[in-house]
Every structure is written in C-alpha cells, then in structure tokens.
C-alpha cells in the first residue's frame, strides 16, 4: 500500500522568498516520486521525479526535491518564489512493478507581489 | 506532436442523462489512464489500463465504464450521471517502462457538471 500527505493546502509567499512545500509518503517498497504542477485550467505537468538516482532531484523552473528515506519525505523547494510559480503542486507515489501513482490532494501556492 | 487530447472541454448534463469523454494520445503509449479531480481530494484514479485490451479497476470506479478501443484511444463512460460525478476528468499516459512506474502525461481536462 502506499499514500501520500501533503501539508499545507494553501502556502503563501513573498515573491523573492524561499518556496518549500511539503510531502511525506508512505511505501512498503522503496518508491518512486513525484511532483507535478497545475496551473488554472490546465492539466499537469510533471516538475521532476526521484526513480532511486540521485536523492536531491533538479526539476524544472528552478525546482528542486530532496529525497530523505529516514523522514519519509520529499519536499519541494525554490529558492526565489516568481509570481509564474503561482499554481497548485502534487506529490505523486508509485512503486516498482505498478503502474499506479498516489496522488496527494496537492498545495496551492500563491506569490505575494 | 499534440499529446494527450481530451473531447469534450467543457459539458453539462442532467441526472440520468449518459454521455462518453474521449481520450487519445500519440505517443505510442502503453498504459492509460482516468482520474476525477475534486477539491481538496486531489486525483483520483477511476480506471486504468496497462495495454490494448486490458481495463482494470482504479480507486472510485462505480458509475464509470472504459473502453481501450486500440492503443491510442480510452474512453470513459458515463451510463447514468449524478450530480456526484461533477468533476474535472483528466486522462493521462505512461509509456510503462520495465520498472513499470514512468512520467504520466496529462489531458487537459473536461469540466463536467451533473444538474
């Protein structure tokens, strides 16, 4: 079985500021994950994702994920927030052999100008 | 290279009334999918399938049927709406690598509501 808890349903910034969103999971395998971002009206996008590489993960838009076993987390930073980050971010769990993702209930981030 | 596509965008139906949404991708895809996006619930996944010929049952199928009709092409049906199938539905898919856990992409959605 495998969730995924988001905390934090709504995250507001400074635009400049340190993005950090959070994303614990739970997995009786070693998992893989993701996260994706929505912006109004448009489906999802993948950001980046840990396949069990490298434990800090570079995405795209200036994103990045550390993957932290001991913690079962995978929070998402930026160091500078820009007012296009605005959107809603999910955190996504699979495991080898299924094809199935767990989805969080996702973080909507909004940039204080 | 379009993606994923989704018809239609938008819908309103009454209750009782059965419509199908359509899905296609063209990126040679083995695995699709269906989610139903509520707020606060995230995604969740209806039904799936891993090839041509294969539906299997995800987290919220009741009132939903699927259809693989070849490689490109999964719909969702909808054999009698409820107001409680009011959703964003989105369609994705996943080359399904042999690790079997690979990059869904995502449709842009339908916007269905159920009066």
């Known amino acids: 079985a495998q969730s995924v808890t988001q905390l934090g349903s709504h995250v507001s910034v400074s635009e400049g500021a340190l993005v950090l969103l959070r994303c614990n999971y739970s997995s009786s395998v070693p998992p893989y994950l993701f996260w994706y971002v929505q912006y109004p009206n448009q489906g999802l996008q993948l950001l980046l994702k840990y396949t069990s590489a490298a434990t800090l993960v570079k995405g795209i838009n200036g994103f990045e994920a550390e993957f932290k076993k001991s913690e079962t987390s995978f929070h998402l930073t930026k160091p500078s927030a820009h007012m296009s980050d605005a959107a809603e971010y999910f955190c996504?769990?699979?495991?080898?052999?299924?094809?199935?993702?767990?989805f969080g209930t996702g973080t909507r981030l909004t940039i204080i100008p | 290279n379009a993606g994923v596509t989704q018809t239609p965008k938008f819908q309103v139906l009454k209750t009782g009334q059965s419509m199908t949404l359509q899905c296609a991708q063209d990126?040679?895809?083995?695995?699709m999918y269906w989610y139903r996006q509520d707020p606060g619930m995230g995604l969740r996944l209806i039904y799936y399938?891993?090839?041509?010929?294969?539906?299997d049952k995800g987290e919220v199928p009741n009132g939903y049927n699927v259809s693989r009709l070849n490689k490109r092409e999964f719909s969702l049906r909808l054999e009698s709406a409820a107001p409680s199938q009011t959703s964003v539905y989105f369609c994705?898919?996943?080359?399904?690598?042999?690790?079997?856990?690979?990059?869904?992409?995502f449709g842009p959605g339908t916007r269905l509501t159920v009066l």
């Open positions: 399938s891993a090839s041509e010929g294969t539906t």
């Open positions: 996504a769990v699979g495991n080898f052999g299924n094809e199935k993702l767990t």
């Open positions: 994705a898919s996943s080359e399904a690598l042999a690790s079997g856990v690979d990059t869904q992409y």
């Open positions: 990126m040679n895809h083995n695995s």
